[in-house]
């Protein structure tokens, strides 16, 4: 499973975003941003599906958008606004977005 990092070197203000998340969900933002459904999100935590599902409402909550559609978009645009791409690197290409 590849780590895809939403807060690295020094974005303080993506950090600290970040930062205000209790572990769990920090996990559980982490998988999402794997790529993994909330069903294997449960799985891999020993959850019920029902539990994750509360998770990602906070996490909407949290990051202050509607769908969870919107908050892997909100979560990627972050990442690539902290941190571009190597040069020569297409959006397809990003060694840095979950594949």
């Known amino acids: 499973m590849t780590r895809t990092s939403f ?5 303080a203000d ?4 970040r930062a ?12 999402l941003l794997d790529g ?14 029902h539990t994750v599902h509360v998770y990602v409402k906070q996490l909407r909550r949290h990051f202050q958008v509607r769908t969870r559609a ?9 990442m690539l606004r902290h941190d571009p ?3 020569g690197a297409g959006v397809d290409q990003d060694p840095r977005l979950p594949r």
């Open 20 to 31: 205000a998340l209790s572990p769990r969900l920090d996990q559980t933002l982490q998988l």
């Open 36 to 49: 993994q459904s909330e069903k294997e999100v449960a799985n891999v935590l020993g959850l019920s599906t």
């Open 7 to 11: 807060a690295q070197g020094d974005h």
């Open 70 to 78: 919107e908050l892997m978009a909100h979560l990627y645009k972050r």
């Open 85 to 87: 791409p190597e040069e």
């Open 14 to 17: 993506a950090s600290s975003e």
